[in-house]
């Protein structure tokens, strides 16, 4: 068997929207891969479609037409079940907003896939407690996600993501709501996710610099098409030096 | 998710918006409290009307009488089997046939008769029947003064109170506070009684008029047999005075004077059906107006029922009366339960309307949810159960809520019942099949109106509800 040593393969991806009278076309025929391990940075203006593809990889969405290959996984084939198992294991996601829910406490956050993957209580915590440990925030377990700053908000926020140890990790804007000291930090730690674990990262942003210092690859969109592929070599570089 | 899990999470997400949830929870306890109330005040009614058929000792007694007896209880039996002037006597071989049939405890005489009974030296008309031994265990007699008859054989008498009133010569107003039986007893316990009766007396003389008998449209050819009748004299101790109200009272227990069946049988009184049978008595043997026939359970009244019909005789058993109770009953606790329904409907609606809002505030959170993992199914299964803890919280609550509901009203009616001079009843009866029946039901309620707003959750599109902050 041939495997892919493509993580991520589209194919054609096409999302269109029906908004009244006007169609709107998200994403409009995008053909692009991702190799196992790699950290690429989707790029464009708002609008562009980057979010849209971004969904269309997470299986949160489905393409209109085209397919969308994951580890070998066409996820056009899954049903709604099954994609639901594949958010769960396969892939961890983390957005501009955080997204943390604010009636439990930040080892309840993190712990939450693990409940829909119905592992024990026991292993939960310890699990819950080593992820949150990963991102140095063991001290703040027990606070409530409107206690802690936004940096903090989104450690927690990729502690969760990294929770059911998944291959891929999709981050939708992840310093948006972050100042750039804080941001940075942030980027430190999906960098090291991305070395360390092995993760593939794909990155939606509309911070060239930001690309240009993290990922390895920039992959520019507008208008739902791809207008550019380009590597990186600063980031590849940095990747190297580390 | 296991259910565990999903139980704390749906209760951690109810104490989130507390008031609202509370609030519906609320509407459904007062739904199921009204339920509760209904059907208990339903079922409270049924058993108090039960048991005061129980406690006259009757759910276990046949009635049986001649079709002879043209003032039978039954008209329909009248018209099928045997013309009446065809059909058996009561007399003694009946009753012994009878009193051996299976599940037959005994079959006794209905000894009744109406006569003159003297208390220092003043007469006093009134009516005297005979009791089996059995009846002391009758709840009839719970609240007698004295004891009850020393043999079954023994020269006694228990009087009601209203004759021992009478006796004293005291009256009683009606309406006015219960009288005391202890001390209407008191001057009257072991003195003695004067009963003067009429009683039959075999002859040998077959010198009595040989008559054509229209009944049987035959001539009458063979010595009818023949008896004397001469007044006699018994005395009689008094041993109890009861606190029966024989007007509530069936069959023997009507009467105000009661003696042992036995002794009544050894005297021959004369009673009127023997001057009924009189044309055509065979033998100086007494016949029995009724019979009465105690079965050993009240299951087997019908079977023993049936037997007795067969050998010719017309029976009456309470049971046909309850058969007719229970249908109303059934029908009352049906119109109390579908209004009591209704309070719970409403809640149920409340329900749906908790759900839905909870499902546009909480929006962003399933879509978290989805976003990280969870399926549908999970989605819907924590709605589900958010749903299903309202029901079942609504219905304990309501349960307690209905329970004292219904002690308050039954004080008040008691209370109410003590300023009319009468006893207090417990009009309120909460099975705890009852209890189960309507925690379950608040249950299920909850859950039907938890489909709707599970099912619109699980299919919320974790894209847009993700998109809005």
Redesign the interface.
Known sequence: MTRDKNAIRTEDLRRHYRMGETMIRAVDGISLQVRAGEFVALLGSSGSGKSSVL?LI?G??RPTSGNVTVQDRDLALLS??EL??Y???VVG?V?Q?F???A??TLAENVE??L????VERSKRENRAREALERVGLQARMHHRPSELSGGEQQRAALA??LI?RPKLLLADEPTGNLDSHTGTEIMDLVREFNQQLGMTVVMVTHERALAERYAERMIFLADGKLVGDQPNPVGAEQVMQS | ??IP?LTE?AL??LR?SLLRNSLTTIGISVGVASLVAMLSLGIGLQQLASRRLVKSGLFDTVFVTSRRDLRNYDRDDQRNGPAPGESRILDEPARKEIENLPNVIEAYPDIRFITELRYQDKPHLTMVSALPESAKSNDAFEGMQGSFFSSDTAPEVILQKAFAEELLGKTSKPGSDDVNVAELAKPLLGRELTMRYAQRQGSQSAAETNRNTSTTGKENTLSGAAYSVVSREQELKIVGVSDLDPESMRGPMRAKVFLPLKLGESLHIMQPTDLRELARAASDQPVYSSISVRVRNPKQVQSVEDSIKKMGFTTFSILDATRSLRQFFAVLDLFLGIFGSLALAVASIGIVNTLVMAILERR??I????????????VKRLFFTEAGAMGILGGIVGVAFGWAIGQVINLGTNIYLKRQSLPPENFWAVPWWLVAAAITFAFAVSLVSGWYPAGRAARL???QA?RY?
């Open positions: 969904n997470a949160l969405d709604r079940e639901a198992k958010r769960l294991h996601m957005f907003s997204n943390l829910i009636s439990m939450l896939p409940r829909f993957s119905e969760r993501a059911n | 998710m296991k899990d999470l951690r997400n989130e962003r959170e879509g978290i949810m989805k976003a990280i993992g969870a399926s549908d199914g999970d599109d974790p894209v993700l902050e």
